[in-house]
């Protein structure tokens, strides 16, 4: 049985799909499309076509991360919630929020 607190958990997950939600505006406000705006000149419209890549990129991972996390913040009371699918033994919480899509404990997923 897993000894911390659930509700710390929801706590501790519901922060971070704030944070997460709070990244995914700002990141879809960095790429929306560019404007063919010749006044930010060729290499600076190169530069925002880069970004924009990047930013798109961070913005599917945070999506991906969200999803992840709602997941485990249904599942906190779950008696198997918390456990390695893969030898059952206790997942340390501190990896339970870095990466709630992580349903193995460190060992295991480093296999
Ligand atoms: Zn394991």
Do not use: G, H, W, Y
């Given at each position: 049985m897993q000894t911390i607190n659930k509700e710390d958990i929801k706590c501790q997950i519901e922060e971070k799909i704030i944070k997460l939600n709070d990244d995914i505006l700002k990141?879809?406000?960095l790429t929306?499309?560019?404007?063919p705006d010749c006044a930010i000149g060729r290499i600076s419209r190169m530069d925002a076509i880069n970004n924009k890549s990047i930013n798109e990129a961070a913005l599917r991972q945070?999506?991906?991360?969200?999803?992840?996390?709602e997941f485990a913040l249904n599942h906190v009371d779950d008696?198997?919630?918390g456990n390695c699918?893969?030898?059952?033994?206790?997942?340390?919480?501190g990896r339970i929020i870095l990466m709630p899509e992580s349903k193995k404990c460190v060992a295991c997923a480093s296999r």
């Open positions: 990141l879809i406000d929306k499309p560019i404007s945070r999506k991906t991360q969200l999803k992840a996390l008696t198997d919630f699918v893969n030898c059952c033994r206790e997942i340390p919480l």
